[in-house]
């Protein structure tokens, strides 16, 4: 009998089928769920549009992620190498190098919104926007703006949290696979559950919930067009964190016999039923608040909802409390997992490629990343403020970069590479779990399908239309 890490040769992996998929899921669950889709939901048509983002994740979602199961499985390596390996020789393997290189540059600003996430939670932890919230009820100004601006522009105090942030991701990732990733998800990812599944609870009691409820989910299929089709469809590539080569190098990690396609549906359910629970915490507290509007980004996790729950709870003061504490920490666990599987693609590529131990290799990745982040953050500041392309600091720049070109060209590859290029033998192989899943064999037709011509339509109409806006 061969035991699992045999099967999956000498770079080990995860050991449970609940690990894989609680890790995948914490890619998956991240920033965009908290602060992206409740809002998109609540502007574009409320349940209506969980109708469209829910045939969107079927046709278009789960086939791109099982494509990028499949690769990384069959390649048992990391993304920056997988392509190469299964068409040597070719220019395919552009791909894995384009994945590997969006996936560095997205950490490099993601990990300052990160470091964020940390600080808010140290502000919630001391109890300061109470203060904040008596002033700006006091006398009308914005405290939170005001103090959100000074925050990221600050020279000093938004380098040391990204760098903090650095440091948690890196302990985890050199703790391994097993010990670090798999044990971390399996930690993390119940109790991001339970404080939201909390969280909502202390939602019905406030008194804009029957408002804010109505605005998430009243249907309204007027409001659905083709930009709202267009934006759910960006919305579930990016959650599902595809085309970054974080789903197909946590695939090289998984068991032989991990049916592919279940683990896409679970990864896909916990994603969206995350989005949907952000929602139902964040949108009754904003109606409890009067005059508030819901917005989005940046602007609703930092500058309205530190107000929100302090005035939504006035009247207990431990639980509006508690609230803010536990609603900071959620987006530190959502935010931390998110960093260590896009950090996982670059070490796992810089070990394999140069020959590095994982230890040392992180370490370069590490240092590299805090290096891009202080300078993405010092772009928002005084010293490399005035740094502009295109009308764009550096952080912009690199949003746009990455999400609006990168991505869109390396998912349209992809899904070319799987529908066309990719063997055929090995496709199925991976799609059954080498006869193990023979069940999910049907899938085989519409998945080729799917990758051969909808799904580089759909992406090249996403990004060129963005383009045109
Ligand atoms: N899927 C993540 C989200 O919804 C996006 C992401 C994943 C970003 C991994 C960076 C790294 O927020």
């Not at 699992?4 to 894989?20: A, I, N, Y």
């Not at 919230?133 to 006091?138: D, G, I, L, P, Y």
Request: contains cysteine.
């Amino acid at each position: 009998m061969t035991t699992e890490t045999e099967q999956q040769g000498s770079r080990g992996g995860f050991s449970t089928k609940l690990g894989l998929v609680l890790a995948a899921a914490g890619s998956a669950i991240g920033l965009g769920n908290i602060w992206r889709f409740p809002t998109e939901t609540g502007e574009y048509g409320g349940s209506a549009f969980l109708l469209v983002y829910l045939i969107c994740i079927l046709v278009f979602g789960l086939p791109l992620m099982i494509a990028e199961f499949t690769v990384g499985r069959a390649a048992r390596s990391s993304t920056g190498n997988a392509y190469a390996i299964l068409a040597p020789k070719t220019s395919w393997k552009f791909i894995g190098l384009a994945s590997t290189l969006t996936a560095f540059l997205i950490l490099g600003y993601y990990n300052v919104v990160a470091g964020w996430t940390l600080f808010y939670l140290g502000e919630a932890a001391a109890g300061s926007f109470v203060s904040m919230s008596s002033q700006t009820a006091a006398d009308g100004s914005n405290v939170f703006a005001e103090s959100f601006g000074a925050f990221v522009s600050n020279p000093w105090k938004p380098i040391v949290c990204l760098v903090l942030f650095m440091a948690f991701t890196h302990v985890v990732i050199t703790a391994g696979v097993k010990k670090g990733i798999e044990r971390f998800s399996k930690l993390m990812m119940p109790l991001l559950f339970i404080i939201m599944l909390f969280l909502c609870g202390c939602s019905f009691t406030m008194p804009g919930f029957r408002k804010g409820m109505e605005f998430l989910f009243a249907p309204d299929f007027d409001k659905i067009d083709a930009k709202v089709v267009r934006s759910a469809l960006a919305q579930c590539f990016y959650s599902f964190s595809l085309a970054m080569g974080c789903i197909c190098t946590y695939a090289s990690y998984f068991r032989a016999d991990a049916n592919l396609a279940k683990t896409a549906v679970s990864v896909g359910a916990m994603d969206t039923l995350a989005a949907v629970l952000a929602g139902i915490v964040i949108f009754p507290a904003v109606f409890s608040v009067p005059g508030l509007e819901p917005d989005s980004g940046a602007k609703l996790v930092f500058i309205a909802l530190p107000n929100v729950f302090d005035s939504a709870l006035a009247g207990v003061p431990v639980l509006s409390w508690l609230v803010s504490c536990l609603f900071y920490l959620l987006l530190v666990i959502a935010t931390v997992t998110s960093t260590v599987s896009l950090h996982e693609v670059i070490t796992s590529y810089v070990s394999e490629h140069w020959g590095f131990s994982r230890t040392k290799s992180a370490w370069i990745v590490s240092i590299l990343c805090v290096i891009l982040g202080v300078i993405c953050s010092l772009s928002m500041g005084p010293y490399l403020g005035d740094i502009k392309v295109a009308g764009m600091n550096i952080f912009d720049l690199f949003d746009f970069v990455t999400a609006q070109l990168m991505l869109p060209i390396t998912g349209i590859f992809i899904s070319i590479f799987v529908g066309w290029k990719m063997n055929r033998d090995t496709l199925m192989r991976e799609l059954t779990s080498g006869g193990n899943c023979s069940g999910t064999a049907w899938l085989y037709k519409p998945l080729v399908f799917i990758l051969r011509f909808i799904a580089p339509i759909i992406i090249a109409w996403i990004m060129i239309a963005a383009f045109l806006d």
